[in-house]
């Protein structure tokens, strides 16, 4: 009788660990498919301002895109604008070498309360140390960085 109450005691376990893992998937799919989204038709306007090359440009975006994944759920990012050189108001307000700004439109899925009647046009201020990462700082309306 012992193996036979070992054995349902194996399999009652080993039921117990397979349900932690559907259910497991189940929330980190629901949690990472609940998120914000850029759109498949996403634009980048490099603007005119020569300060950041397009590759610098491009990293920036990068970590924006990245960020507006993790923080805007219900929306989607259509498209950015890179809206030149902020490393003043970065240096003056962060203590950072390098900032820049972007403007940009999104849209909102039907279901998003928290953004609901909030504008489409947005405006994005990212920071670095001279050659680092790109760090999102602020986010907001549509406005003009200064």
Known sequence: MKGATKGKVIRMAALATALVWIFLALFLSYRYNN????????????????????????????????????????????????????????????????GIGFLGSCSYDADCDDYSGAPTEWSWFLIRDEGGEWQVIDAGPKYEWG
């Open 35 to 98: 998120r914000g989204a850029v759109s498949p038709d996403f634009t980048l306007d490099y603007g005119t301002d020569t300060s950041y090359t397009q590759e610098e440009i491009d990293a920036a975006a990068k970590e924006l895109k990245k960020d507006f994944k993790r923080s805007y759920t219900g929306c989607t990012l259509e498209s950015l604008c890179y809206s030149g050189d902020q490393s003043e108001q970065a240096q003056q307000h962060y203590g950072t070498a390098q």
